[in-house]
């Protein structure tokens, strides 16, 4: 008798076994419907050409300056 964890887990490992490797995700043809329908890779997808990091190191660097500068100006 297999428990519910062994039957979702089968359900869940796409036919692959012995330890085959994983398909890599690709992403179908986008649509043209009105609205749009994504597949889940789709929508997956981040920003593209947006260097995330970057931008979030930014974010911190000008956070801890306007910190700073609150902070030499007390009222």
Known sequence: MT???EERAKAQSEGLQDGNRIPPMRADDHSDADPAVETP???RQGFLGKP???VLAVALILTA???LLVGA???
């Open 73 to 75: 100006f007390p009222s």
């Open 52 to 54: 995330v990091l970057l």
């Open 3 to 5: 428990t519910e964890t």
């Open 41 to 43: 890779v789709e929508a």
């Open 65 to 67: 300056m306007a910190g």
